[in-house]
């Protein structure tokens, strides 16, 4: 993944893997892999955790990425179809869920802060700085 092998990449799953319990299939997901890659052309994915039982693998992961193409198809949350890159860096935790068969990827899902990625890139207005020490000194108040 983080040298940009996207086709390399999609081999690792079955020819009728689900992604989101959806049918994707091998090629399915290089698809993905390649919107993904044409958005970011410098996405990476860092391991933080890896943990596994029966065939179930879970990742924890760091993904990062400069916007720099725009998205065809409603991955990334569907967010950035259609939208011009803004040139901004993202990066956010994410958790990958993998069912693995045979040496294969038979079923992927995931979760990723979408919101924190569309503030990071621009997209969306970031929440003011909450103010602990006004919070603290109106709790304290009668």
């Known amino acids: 993944m983080n040298r940009g092998d996207w086709k390399t990449a999609s081999q690792l799953y079955s020819t009728d893997a689900l992604n989101f319990g959806k049918p994707a299939g091998r ?3 290089a698809l993905i892999l ?4 044409r958005t970011f052309p410098d996405f990476r994915l860092d391991i933080i955790d890896l943990f596994t039982k029966g065939d ?5 992961c760091k993904e990062s990425g400069t916007h720099r193409g725009v998205g065809k198809i ?11 890159p803004t040139e901004k860096h993202f990066e ?3 958790v ?15 979760v990723r802060d979408d919101l924190a990625m569309m503030q990071q890139l621009g997209l ?19």
């Open 34 to 37: 390649e919107d993904i890659y």
């Open 74 to 84: 409603p991955v990334n949350g569907g967010l950035l179809v259609g939208v011009a």
């Open 124 to 142: 969306v207005a970031e929440p003011k700085p909450f103010d602990w020490n006004k919070f603290e000194a109106e709790a304290k108040k009668p």
């Open 96 to 110: 990958h869920i993998y069912t693995v068969r045979n040496g294969k990827i038979v079923d992927h899902r995931g």
């Open 27 to 29: 090629d399915g997901v």
């Open 56 to 60: 179930l693998v879970v990742v924890r």
């Open 92 to 94: 956010v935790e994410v």
